[in-house]
């Protein structure tokens, strides 16, 4: 839950070093629709973060994640009902930019 919002989603990043997992540097981060940077807000059943996808998408050296939430409504001429979407959070050496 996020708020009020019952099965809106959220995803939870570590990240790894040459140790294992750490939480420490670069932090840990929580991610939801309703977190800074990310479009949209947090809406009951979307289930946000319900797929993901890592990978080096833009070829920086850096990996890349793909956040899924796939039942988003998508609002413009026509409203779409759970039609979903997708959202890329982009690698850096301090963790991830949404």
Known sequence: MVG???DAGAVGVL?????GLQAVSP???????DSLG????AEPAD???WS??????????FADL???DFAENLEGTTMLY????????????????R
């Open 82 to 97: 759970n039609a979903g979407r997708w959202r890329c959070c982009t690698g850096r050496p301090r963790g991830c930019k």
């Open 4 to 6: 009020t919002a019952g």
């Open 38 to 41: 990310v479009k949209h807000s």
């Open 52 to 61: 993901l996808a890592a990978g080096d998408f833009n070829a920086d050296g």
């Open 27 to 33: 932090d840990d981060q929580y991610i939801t629709q």
């Open 15 to 19: 990240y790894g070093s040459s140790l």
């Open 66 to 68: 793909a956040i899924g």
């Open 47 to 49: 289930n946000f973060g």
